[in-house]
């Protein structure tokens, strides 16, 4: 891979809009393409060019990254008729980004090298400030001479970059991450509600605990919106039900039984269920006032 390297996105979310400004940003030819086409618009206004579909994008670049919704999603685009695997040329490097099921991500690797192709799992942690920012971390399944062709590429996005063991060990990973995050999100909400029902100002508690053995990017981060009632999607609550699924049936399948991280995605799904699905994270801490509109005690 050149500097001259086409390179192709597929997934202009959130997080994916940002991360592929930054390729486009580093001087790489970019091919973009979204189910929503309108999302797309700023960074054809930047030189970015609209594929009409993922087939015809895969068709035209070195490099695809994709970053999509569910397993469903990344099934679609990367097995369907128009789709990634049956219309990228042999040598092309296929990297999903989307947070997925590491069978999944071991059955792209195996269909891609049946193809001449090579493919990574690169999920990614930092959510919409650390894909802005350029400072996510990357988390790697794949062949090392894969990861080091397309290094220079996570680099555009990424701080903290590393590869993790073969095909599925991103996805591995980032499972290992977010089951970390879903029992500090427990922690999180539950001190800022004591403190509340204390009558402290959660926004001091913060300011203090979060300078001591507390301290953690959840309650320096996303405590502030917590006590300013501030729920806008940084990661929205119905894709983080997503991983602990996915994460729980990977659990079942090892043999290991993590009930935290079962009663996080119980009270993620009250989310869910009260209609919160398209909040984030720090939405959780609804679920200990009754899930009213404002988050304030029922």
Do not use: W
Not at 145 to 160: I, N, Q
Not at 186 to 199: K, P
Not at 207 to 219: D, I, K, Q, R
């Amino acid at each position: 891979m050149t500097a001259k390297s086409t390179i192709g996105f597929i997934g202009l979310g959130i997080m994916g809009r940002h991360m592929a400004g930054h390729i486009l940003a580093a001087g790489y030819p970019l091919q973009v393409y979204n189910r929503t086409a309108a999302k797309a618009a700023p960074l054809v206004e930047q030189g970015a060019v609209l594929a009409e579909n993922p087939g015809a994008l895969a068709a035209a670049c070195d490099v695809v990254i994709t970053i999509v919704g569910y397993p469903a999603d990344v099934e679609e685009v990367y097995f369907g008729d128009n789709g990634i695997i049956a219309n990228a040329r042999p040598g092309t490097v296929l990297v999903d980004m989307t947070t997925s099921s590491p069978e999944l991500a071991q059955r792209i690797a195996a269909a891609a090298a049946g193809k001449g192709l090579a493919a990574l799992d690169a999920p990614v942690s930092g959510g919409d400030i650390g894909a802005r920012d350029g400072k996510l971390a990357i988390m790697v399944g794949g062949a090392a001479e894969t990861f080091d062709s397309v290094l220079p590429v996570f680099e555009t996005m990424g701080a903290r970059i590393a590869l993790m063991g073969p095909a599925g060990a991103g996805q591995h990973t980032k499972m290992a991450n977010q089951i970390a995050i879903a029992s500090t999100m427990l922690a999180v909400s539950e001190s800022l509600s004591y403190a509340e029902a204390a009558g402290l100002d959660p926004a001091k508690v913060i300011e203090v605990v979060g300078t001591g053995a507390a301290a953690s990017f959840l309650l320096n981060g996303l405590g502030p919106k917590i006590a300013a009632r501030d729920y806008a999607p940084g990661f929205f609550v119905h894709h983080f039900v997503k991983d602990m699924s996915i994460a729980l049936s990977e659990a079942e399948r090892m043999g290991l039984d993590l009930p935290g991280l079962a009663l996080a995605r119980s009270l993620y799904q009250k989310l869910v269920d009260g209609g919160y699905g398209e909040e984030g994270t720090q939405a959780l801490f609804r679920v200990y006032c009754g899930l009213t509109a404002t988050g304030e005690a029922a």
